[in-house]
């Protein structure tokens, strides 16, 4: 079980900024950055006469994540420069996932992944007055991504042998 919970906000609220050297800019930037690798096996053999074997494996995988970037009852004066309001959020999950089972009468394996990214990305700017002399930019990016591998393989010398493998990215 892996999760990552994230809340990243940059603001400037009920203030004043002035940025009045040459080439003086206004940046707020909130950045979330959030990777899950996982791997997960499980493998069992059996031999004899009677041999059973079962072996599964899981992989639950969460990221749960905000960037917020905002300017809010604010007054922001850049005199020689931009004002950057932006927020990124790039959130990856990459699994594998493998369940073997070796057995001389039944052989069982599965394997299971479950994934999700849930994300809010938010740039604004409210109730405030912003000069700026340059430029100004009101950015949010979000990019999220999922790559997950399942697997399984049930083997038996005599009767049966099954594997299956079940993947869900959300």
Known sequence: ?????????AS???????ADAVGGDVSVTATNDAIIRSLSGGAAVAGGNQGEAV??????NLIVATADAFI???????????VFVDADSTNRIDTISVG?????????????IVSLIVTATQAYITGSVVDA???LFVQADQDADITSIGGAV?????????GGALTVNL
């Open 72 to 82: 809010d009852g604010s007054s922001v004066t850049a005199s020689d420069g931009s």
């Open 154 to 162: 049930g083997a038996s010398a005599t009767t049966t042998g099954v």
């Open 55 to 60: 072996g599964a494996a899981l992989s639950l």
């Open 100 to 112: 073997v089972a070796l057995a001389q009468q039944t052989g069982l394996a599965g394997s299971a």
């Open 133 to 135: 002399d340059r430029n």
């Open 12 to 18: 400037i609220e009920n203030s004043t900024v002035v």
């Open 1 to 9: 079980l892996n999760i990552i919970l994230l809340e990243i906000d």
